[in-house]
């Protein structure tokens, strides 16, 4: 359905709107809210596009690859973006 109920036979909640979804590991933050983690240095960390860059080859075409993988990309992040994370609203 367009709320997501039912996706799942066992467990029809999951993925649903307004259910938060579990995490595989707790959030970590520097001030425990909001905030970006340090090094135990203090100083900041590298950003994740940088990493990537270390373990990933420079971008390139590809042939099977195209203008609707990117569209089926959006789809599934807005619909993510679109859960609730923390607690239901009531």
């Known amino acids: 359905t367009y709320t997501g109920h039912c996706n799942?036979?066992?467990?029809p909640?999951?993925?649903a709107v307004y259910e938060p979804l579990r995490r595989l590991i707790a959030?970590?933050?520097e001030d425990k809210i909001?905030?970006?983690r340090v090094s135990s240095t203090k100083a900041p960390l590298p950003s994740a596009s940088d990493v990537a860059a270390l373990f990933t080859?420079?971008?390139r075409g590809h042939a099977s690859c195209s203008l609707m993988l990117a569209q089926w990309a959006s789809f599934i992040y807005d619909d993510?973006?679109?859960v609730a994370t923390n607690q239901l609203v009531k």
């Open 8 to 11: 799942n036979v066992k467990h």
């Open 13 to 15: 909640q999951n993925g």
């Open 27 to 29: 959030p970590d933050y």
């Open 34 to 36: 909001s905030t970006p």
């Open 57 to 59: 080859p420079s971008p």
């Open 80 to 82: 993510m973006a679109h």
